[in-house]
């Protein structure tokens, strides 16, 4: 039972680009929120982006950016002028209804991991 998948990652040279993708289950409908959040080494997870409060953080603003592909149900992250500081672990999640239920739950991906060199 598997719901949103993430791949992309990979390793890139500081100043580099990157961009990952979070493909979301079919069953999954009525989607409200859309969010990323990385996890970096000994560090608490952090939001990246969210469709519903603070949108980007303020140390990815201006270099991530959010598309989505409605016919792959696909949502993309966008990662351009990488950062060392960028390495984690990224993961996508959504806000939604899975199919033949009444309520709406937060999913969440594995995660892909993000290096970026020095």
């Known amino acids: 039972q598997v719901h949103l998948v993430e791949s992309g990652g990979g390793f890139v040279q500081a100043g580099g680009s990157l961009t990952l993708s979070c493909v979301v289950s079919?069953?999954?409908?009525?989607?409200?929120?859309v969010g990323w959040s990385r996890q970096a080494p000994g560090k608490q997870r952090e939001s990246v982006y969210s469709?519903?409060?603070?949108d980007y953080a303020d140390s990815v603003k201006g270099r991530f950016s959010i598309s989505r592909d409605y016919a792959k149900n696909t949502i993309y992250l966008l990662m351009n002028q990488l950062k060392p500081e960028d390495t984690a672990v990224y993961y996508c999640?959504?806000?939604?209804?899975?199919?033949?239920?009444?309520?709406?739950?937060?999913?969440w991906g594995q995660g892909t991991q993000v290096t970026v060199s020095s």
């Open positions: 999640s959504v806000d939604g209804q899975l199919r033949g239920t009444r309520h709406i739950g937060r999913y």
């Open positions: 079919e069953n999954m409908t009525s989607i409200i929120v």
């Open positions: 469709s519903d409060g603070t």
